[in-house]
């Protein structure tokens, strides 16, 4: 199981609301707020990354189950041919001989050519399933990657948060805010797709 990206908030809190406490102003409560809003949504994000992720990863281990009973399918199928040819060649033996084969190694020949277009139906049918299954663990991992990201782009949000209460640049808090918004993007992007 991945692990799930890690927001460390509690430290970054604490120093911002002893900076309130200090110097007090608007410019520090609204990053103080801004920081906690980027925090909550990293922290929801963090939690979509890991679900997607280990959900991505219970598909392929479906999809390499369906990929086994595939597999087994065309092995019975290869069996099933592999006896009609044997039934085959005791009917030429018999043949060959001027004789007419026995009607039961005819039909079972004919039984056992019957019962491969069943399999192979079968393996068939497996097979697209474990495609399918393939296609939407690919999807989900594409989208736990964007919500990795996402959840990068709000932890760097929230340090650039961290050094505006300590400089106080306002540039370095619009900065934060650009960041968090693309985060937010990078969230909603999958549903807008």
């Known amino acids: 199981m991945p692990e799930e990206p890690e927001v460390e908030t509690e430290k970054l809190h604490e120093m911002i609301h002893e900076q309130l406490e200090h110097a007090g102003g608007g410019l520090l409560r609204r990053v103080a707020l801004t920081t906690a809003l980027l925090a909550a949504i990293a922290a929801l994000a963090a939690e979509q990354a890991g679900g997607t992720a280990n959900e991505a990863l219970a598909l392929r281990t479906e999809a390499a189950q369906l990929q086994a009973q595939a597999s087994d399918q065309w092995a019975y199928y290869q069996a099933k ?17 001027g004789k007419s084969p026995p009607a039961e190694i005819v039909a079972a020949a004919q039984r056992e050519t019957a019962a491969q277009a069943v399999i192979e139906r079968e393996a068939r049918r497996l097979e697209r399933e474990r495609d399918a299954k393939v296609a939407e663990s690919r999807e989900l991992m594409h989208r736990h990657e964007l919500l990795a990201f996402a959840v990068a ?4 949000a929230i340090a650039l948060g961290a050094v505006t209460a300590l400089t106080r640049i306002r540039a370095l808090w619009w900065a934060s805010l650009l960041t968090g918004a693309v985060g937010i993007v ?5 549903s807008l797709r």
Do not use: N
Not at 84 to 97: D, G, H, L, N, Y
Not at 153 to 156: D, E, M, P
């Open 186 to 190: 990078l969230i909603a992007l999958p």
């Open 81 to 97: 041919g592999i006896k009609a040819e044997v039934r085959e060649a005791t009917a030429s033996v018999w043949r060959a001989a």
């Open 153 to 156: 782009l709000f932890q760097v």
